[in-house]
């Protein structure tokens, strides 16, 4: 009988913190545009390009096929899912629950040095006049992720930042060229939760994402707001 040779506590962190690299990697690939929609992904080619073997690569395509984002067809490999309106507005659905709780927790909680750099960013978008997807994306993610840390709960602020990342990937499939950033709603939410009012912050995020989800569905459907 053979005996398993034991691994050792560096061994097991660098497989899955590899496979995590890889996996942000592939996020950013779809996230830029130059993986769309029904475009196979080959497992030797990526693996050629992220500098990786093939078993990171082939974690992190499973870790994307669970989220919906790729599939497996039978003799084409792995394939870059469709863009589904339904599933964007579900988990528009699921972050409004859970941001929103986040809020609530993170109300009051937030550094005021923090707050102060992230509203300076803010306006710094809204005067860019050639404002990109990744720099509205830059200035969200710090937002809704300060809060989200705020809230003292690591397993609800890693849900929202997985969740944010997947609506980044399907709002890219939507409309990758388009940009917009609405400086007086996100400065409404910064000092909702900044105020320390619990509820208010609450129905602030809550607010600020229904209006994401409206704004979403009014463009699909051909209605300006």
Same mark, same amino acid.
């Given at each position: 009988m053979? !005996?398993?040779?034991?691994?050792?506590g560096?061994?097991?962190e660098?497989?899955p913190? $590899?496979t995590?690299?890889?996996?942000?990697q592939?996020i950013?690939?779809?996230?830029s545009?130059?993986? =769309?929609?029904g475009?196979?992904?080959?497992?030797?080619?990526?693996?050629?390009?992220?500098? *990786?073997? =093939?078993t990171?690569? =082939?974690? *992190?395509?499973?870790?994307?096929e669970?989220?919906?984002?790729?599939?497996?067809q039978?003799?084409?490999?792995v394939t870059?899912?469709?863009f589904?309106?339904?599933?964007l507005?579900e988990?528009? &659905?699921?972050?409004?629950? $859970?941001?929103s709780?986040?809020a #609530?927790?993170a109300?009051?909680?937030?550094?005021k040095?923090?707050?102060?750099e992230i #509203?300076?960013?803010?306006?710094?978008?809204a005067d860019?006049? @050639?404002?990109?997807l990744a @720099?509205?994306?830059y200035?969200? @993610?710090?937002?809704?992720?300060e809060?989200a840390?705020?809230?003292?709960?690591?397993?609800?602020?890693g849900?929202?930042r997985?969740? #944010?990342?997947?609506t980044?990937v399907?709002?890219a499939?939507? &409309?990758?060229t388009?940009?917009t950033?609405?400086?007086?709603e996100?400065?409404?939410?910064l000092?909702a939760?900044?105020?320390?009012d619990?509820e208010q912050?609450r129905?602030a995020?809550e607010?600020?994402i &229904?209006?994401v989800?409206?704004a979403?569905?009014?463009?699909?459907t051909? !209605?300006? #707001?």
């Amino acid at each position: 009988m053979s !005996i398993a040779t034991p691994v050792t506590g560096a061994e097991s962190e660098t497989k899955p913190n $590899l496979t995590e690299q890889v996996y942000d990697q592939l996020i950013q690939i779809l996230i830029s545009g130059e993986l =769309r929609p029904g475009d196979v992904i080959v497992e030797r080619r990526m693996a050629e390009r992220l500098n *990786a073997s =093939r078993t990171p690569i =082939r974690e *992190a395509l499973g870790r994307l096929e669970a989220e919906r984002l790729v599939y497996k067809q039978a003799n084409r490999g792995v394939t870059v899912s469709p863009f589904s309106t339904e599933a964007l507005i579900e988990i528009l &659905n699921v972050r409004q629950l $859970l941001e929103s709780e986040a809020a #609530r927790l993170a109300a009051g909680r937030l550094p005021k040095a923090r707050c102060a750099e992230i #509203r300076t960013a803010m306006q710094a978008l809204a005067d860019k006049e @050639d404002a990109t997807l990744a @720099d509205i994306w830059y200035v969200h @993610d710090s937002l809704h992720g300060e809060i989200a840390d705020a809230s003292g709960n690591q397993l609800l602020a890693g849900m929202i930042r997985d969740l #944010r990342r997947r609506t980044h990937v399907l709002n890219a499939y939507r &409309n990758p060229t388009e940009s917009t950033f609405d400086l007086t709603e996100n400065t409404k939410l910064l000092e909702a939760v900044e105020g320390g009012d619990s509820e208010q912050a609450r129905a602030a995020m809550e607010g600020h994402i &229904n209006n994401v989800k409206i704004a979403i569905i009014n463009r699909l459907t051909g !209605i300006s #707001r």
